[in-house]
């Protein structure tokens, strides 16, 4: 059948051929993860896993914070969060873990 291999689409991050639907559903979202491996969505709460110093703001979030309703970014590697005392508070996951 000539025209079955038409309908496949390669993905450069896999570097598979993959069928145009599943292209399609892998390449909306990256999944994120925290530090322990747990997925992480939006809205979820998270728990800082070590101190952090945090530039321009000289304070220092202390291990075991709690930062409520952060929210992904198109980067798979950091959250946007919210604290009382930062504004635009932007977090690696390699530093927190899902309550």
């Not at 990256?30 to 530090?35: F, L, N, P």
């Not at 504004?87 to 690696?92: D, E, H, Q, S, T």
Request: glycine share 8%.
């Amino acid at each position: 059948m000539a025209g079955d291999d038409e309908s496949y689409v390669y993905d450069e991050a896999t570097g598979e051929w993959l069928p145009p639907g599943a292209a399609a559903a892998t390449s909306a979202w990256a999944e994120v993860r925290d530090a322990s491996g747990n997925l992480l969505t939006d809205g979820d709460s998270v728990t800082l896993i070590k101190d952090l110093k945090v530039k321009g703001a000289n304070q220092t979030l202390k291990q075991g914070t709690v930062i409520r309703s952060i929210r992904l970014t198109d980067d798979p590697e950091e959250i946007d969060c919210r604290h009382d005392a930062i504004k635009g508070l932007v977090l690696r996951t390699e530093f927190v873990r899902k309550r």
